[in-house]
């Protein structure tokens, strides 16, 4: 049982505590409510952007790697279309440089041409060498507006276009920040070899004086049901052809998210499952396949792909894809099968949960959609599938009308 201690500042940031005395280290996690999905359509990319210029200089820090360096200490950051995510962690004698570096960075970033420039740069090159250079690297950005035609998840994190970033002023960044990268609009976890009391000691000298910002209230469009299925075909200088699709399902609060989740496990995870053991070792159509869930916060998807054997027909993959998709519409998963896939979960989860960095970032997620104690009760709600809701749930989602496909032809 992980225990969660809280505080609330005055400015809003809210603060989650887990002492963790296996380690000499406490790891900072802050997590900031802004993704891709926040973004203006004709300036997309701007979360991503801001991953990077946070590490750019700060209004009081010239740089921020070479104290924490110094400390002892090392972070990173990752975006997401619903959240940016940074962690800093650090040996708990230096643990006051990371709350100085972090709530720095939370009141203002340098905001110079040149770290503007330079980021900028940074995030052009890999965005070209992600998803424009890499073979299979832009079937995501085909995909997305193909599926959704009004919610912003039609881009993903990296956006839209090169130009977005390439375009994008001091001004506008400047705005986007003072927008979003507010306490009032941040989650602060900490866990490792701290008390609770130090902690918000801590949290109340140097965030606490940040002031509250005028956050705008989310009002994104909700993507309408989808009524038609959708296709489309390139061709690309890539090895092997390739199939790529998509099924909407619901936000990661819904019932069935979970699942959607065993749904996508009971396909793809691990040798033993269905696609690597019928497709991929069996009927040798693909190379490879793999079904997952993007798991967002609004409506998101259930994902297919796979990379085709050759000889084999494009029509002949996708069908192979949706049989295994019928199965679970028509047939109910075993019981044993249903138990392996939440076994592997459990163990996952349990595994996760050891490491103070990781129970530091997953208190911080389950705090924005629900709350940080439900890290404790998560694997109960995989416990309490049947094969029943598994199959009701296949029932709503894999239907032709709910599908767009991208196919993704090697050029001869």
Same mark, same amino acid.
Request: glycine share 4%.
């Given at each position: 049982?992980i225990?969660v201690?809280?505080h609330i500042?005055?400015?809003?940031?809210r603060i989650?505590?887990h002492?963790?005395?296996s380690?000499?280290?406490?790891?900072?996690?802050l997590? #900031?409510d802004?993704?891709?999905r926040d973004?203006?359509p004709? /300036?997309?990319?701007f979360?991503?952007?801001?991953?990077?210029?946070m590490?750019?200089?700060?209004v009081?820090?010239?740089?921020f790697?070479?104290?924490?360096?110094i400390?002892?200490?090392?972070n990173?950051?990752?975006t997401?279309?619903?959240i =940016?995510?940074f962690?800093?962690v650090?040996?708990?004698?230096?643990?006051?440089t990371?709350f100085?570096?972090?709530?720095?960075?939370m009141?203002? &970033?340098?905001?110079?041409p040149r770290? !503007?420039?330079v980021q900028k740069?940074?995030?052009?090159e890999?965005f070209k060498?992600r998803?424009?250079?890499?073979?299979?690297?832009?079937?995501d950005?085909?995909?997305?507006?193909l599926?959704?035609?009004?919610?912003p998840y039609?881009?993903p994190?990296?956006?839209?276009?090169?130009?977005?970033?390439?375009g994008?002023?001091?001004?506008?960044?400047?705005?986007?920040?003072?927008? #979003?990268?507010a306490?009032?609009?941040a989650?602060l976890?900490?866990?490792?070899h701290?008390?609770f009391?130090? =902690?918000?000691? !801590?949290?109340?000298?140097?965030?606490?004086?940040?002031? /509250?910002?005028?956050?705008?209230? @989310?009002? &994104?469009p909700v993507?309408?049901l989808q009524?038609?299925? @959708?296709?489309?075909?390139?061709?690309?200088?890539?090895?092997?052809d390739a199939?790529?699709?998509?099924?909407?399902?619901?936000?990661?609060?819904?019932?069935d998210?979970?699942?959607?989740? =065993? &749904?996508?496990d009971?396909l793809?995870?691990g040798n033993?499952? @269905?696609?690597f @053991?019928?497709?991929?070792t069996?009927k040798k159509?693909?190379?490879?396949a793999?079904?997952?869930i993007?798991?967002?916060?609004?409506?998101?998807?259930?994902?297919?792909?796979?990379? !085709?054997l050759?000889?084999?027909t494009?029509?002949?993959?996708?069908?192979?894809?949706?049989?295994e998709?019928d199965?679970?519409?028509t047939?109910?998963v075993?019981?044993e099968e249903l138990?392996?896939?939440?076994?592997?979960?459990?163990?996952?989860?349990?595994f996760?949960n050891?490491n103070?960095?990781?129970?530091?970032t997953?208190?911080?997620y #389950?705090?924005?959609f629900d709350?940080a104690e439900?890290?404790?009760t998560?694997?109960?709600?995989?416990y309490?599938?049947t094969?029943g809701?598994l199959q009701?749930?296949?029932r709503?989602?894999?239907v032709?009308?709910?599908c767009?496909?991208?196919y #993704?032809?090697?050029?001869n």
């Amino acid at each position: 049982m992980i225990k969660v201690n809280r505080h609330i500042l005055d400015n809003g940031l809210r603060i989650l505590h887990h002492r963790d005395d296996s380690t000499q280290m406490v790891a900072l996690n802050l997590l #900031y409510d802004v993704g891709a999905r926040d973004e203006d359509p004709q /300036r997309t990319g701007f979360a991503h952007l801001f991953e990077h210029l946070m590490f750019g200089g700060s209004v009081n820090i010239p740089e921020f790697d070479t104290p924490l360096q110094i400390a002892g200490g090392e972070n990173n950051a990752w975006t997401s279309n619903d959240i =940016t995510n940074f962690y800093t962690v650090v040996p708990a004698y230096n643990v006051e440089t990371a709350f100085w570096l972090e709530s720095d960075r939370m009141l203002s &970033l340098a905001f110079t041409p040149r770290s !503007l420039d330079v980021q900028k740069q940074v995030v052009i090159e890999e965005f070209k060498q992600r998803n424009l250079n890499q073979p299979y690297g832009d079937m995501d950005l085909l995909l997305r507006p193909l599926a959704y035609k009004v919610h912003p998840y039609a881009w993903p994190t990296i956006g839209k276009d090169i130009s977005h970033i390439e375009g994008a002023t001091l001004d506008e960044v400047k705005s986007f920040f003072f927008r #979003y990268y507010a306490p009032n609009n941040a989650i602060l976890s900490v866990s490792g070899h701290i008390s609770f009391d130090e =902690t918000v000691r !801590l949290c109340e000298k140097w965030f606490a004086p940040i002031e /509250r910002r005028n956050v705008p209230k @989310r009002n &994104l469009p909700v993507e309408p049901l989808q009524n038609e299925r @959708r296709s489309m075909e390139v061709e690309r200088n890539v090895p092997l052809d390739a199939i790529k699709m998509a099924f909407h399902i619901g936000k990661r609060t819904d019932v069935d998210y979970h699942c959607y989740d =065993t &749904l996508s496990d009971i396909l793809s995870n691990g040798n033993s499952s @269905r696609l690597f @053991r019928n497709l991929v070792t069996d009927k040798k159509i693909f190379a490879e396949a793999d079904a997952s869930i993007t798991g967002d916060l609004d409506s998101g998807l259930f994902l297919l792909s796979g990379k !085709l054997l050759p000889g084999v027909t494009m029509k002949d993959g996708e069908e192979a894809l949706l049989e295994e998709l019928d199965r679970l519409v028509t047939e109910k998963v075993g019981e044993e099968e249903l138990l392996k896939v939440v076994h592997k979960f459990e163990s996952n989860d349990m595994f996760s949960n050891i490491n103070y960095l990781n129970k530091a970032t997953n208190l911080a997620y #389950y705090e924005l959609f629900d709350k940080a104690e439900s890290i404790n009760t998560e694997v109960d709600k995989y416990y309490n599938l049947t094969p029943g809701r598994l199959q009701e749930a296949a029932r709503k989602a894999f239907v032709a009308t709910n599908c767009s496909v991208v196919y #993704y032809k090697a050029r001869n």
